[in-house]
């Protein structure tokens, strides 16, 4: 017998909203096997529904608890508000051992949301790295790029700065960048995690002052490998 | 008798620096009165008639102690390595009431250059806030760009993000961007200069993962107006 697929399972978790649907729908149709998780398992049942008509039938996509998709994945997508942040990730911190977490949260602080406002930990990305301990891989990505082009199939005009705990899982998560149609970049260790969430803050303020509605930004000056 | 021009006087303190002098260079060829500051003024002397050299003596550009030009000067820009950055400040403090600051400072700990590690104050930026106090405007601005392009009369492919601490002061600051021929955003309240602070260490980082020397950023999706 031979697996048909070699490609890693990806649990969404508050893959109900908007964000984490868009990349559901973007890794589904890149050949993973995409779990979407939410609180309520008949909502994730729901939007797994919604992205598998979408995509015509072509790949099945199962919906369940947080916890029920975390438990089954390898790698495991945060895309949560931040007011939630904390919460989840205790929720199902005993099932992440030796597996990658991909953090997409910025810690926005309404009403003051084009204000950069960390938490103590430095970023949400190191806050998630200091409640789930050094066993988890712990990447931060995808905070800077409006989710409605994603389930639109358009173009992203909006790169995707990757931070994390090691090079290892950045490059991993990299790729995940790349099967969801948007150009990737190491961008270092997880203390850089600040810059890109604040960035959200710098891009919602752009939008504010040019009457813009997706501000992003694009690296220049560098070339990827090919092979990538 | 009608004074012969409007435009401010800039003094570029730490101007003898690479920084400093693209920055004096592109703002003398723009038509301002620039002042070159130094610790020594006879080193100041020699960097103003070097810049006057390259512009043909089409302006004329003075030299003299970093405090001297302070005290002389509409609009100071701070262009020292951050080791210096805080004797700096205090060394100009009492001749910078009621004036503008631009502080292009990135808080760089060695050898970790591509690991964000900002001070206690949260940037550089708020570290000029606290030393200089509420009388003083302070812009953080030129974090990110590579300048030897600015001397060579190159396109410079990174746009300049320019937080601050009242919004008119961000606008004064967009003013020079442009005279410098780069394009400006106003990225906020000066809360948000730690993105664009440890935004160098995200491009040094990107520099070393992919081989390139001169990694930038470009806003897209907004658009400026064409006014300015």
Redesign the interface.
Known sequence: MVKETLLLTIAVLGGTGKEGKGLAYRWAKAGYQVLIGSRYSEKAVTVASEIMELLEGESSIVGATNREVAQQADIVVVTVPYSGHREILESVKEVLTGKLVIDTTVPLVPPKV?????PPAGSAAQEAREILGENVEVVAAFQNI?YEHLLNDEEV??DV?V?GSSKKARQEALMLVEAAGLVG?????I??S???E??T???I???K??G??????????????SAE
Not at 185 to 189: E, F, H, I, L, T
Not at 216 to 222: D, E, H
């Open positions: 084009s204000r950069v406002q960390m409006s005009e909006c700065l931070t970049w190491d961008a270092g260790p203390e850089n600040v810059v890109v604040g960035l803050s710098v891009l303020n752009i939008n002052q040019y813009s509605t997706h501000a992003g930004i694009k690296i220049t000056g560098a070339q990827k490998p």
